[in-house]
């Protein structure tokens, strides 16, 4: 994987954040630039999450993260301001897909989310599948190696390519 061991602090939100409050409807439309769409992640649900996080940190979701519609802007924007992963109960299946399409961890251990506390540290060790933290240690599912190869490689996309060059 691109990074066996993701270090950060957590964000931590509720049940049925929907794609329109990842990433604000309104500028579905307006917005292409990936870095700019980075700008206006979160900021209905919390004006001080793309301002204030870090390379590294991490998201913890409740149920059903990233209903809503296809739009991938909403796991777009979250990778472009640097985030590690996001750790949830469950998750919205197209924002799932769609996170994995572009290199974004989407996590699903609802231990985790019930102990991780807004602002704790977290540490996820990927090859290990554990998250660890002040409240101890919470396993989480492997990701099939396909999976794994297309985080590792940054996204989908990044990750056809290298196939198609190293098949040339």
Known sequence: MEQAIIRGRIWKYGDGVNTDVIFPGKYTYTISDPAEMGQHALEDLDPTFAPNVQPGDVVVAGKNWGNGSSREQAAICLKQVGLGA???????????????????????CPAAVAALKQGDQVEIDMQAGVIRCEAGEFPFPPFAPSVQAIIADGGLIPHLKKKLVSNA
């Open 86 to 108: 996001v750790i949830g109960e469950s998750f919205g299946r197209i924002w799932y897909r769609n996170a994995i399409n572009n290199g974004l961890l989407a996590i699903t």
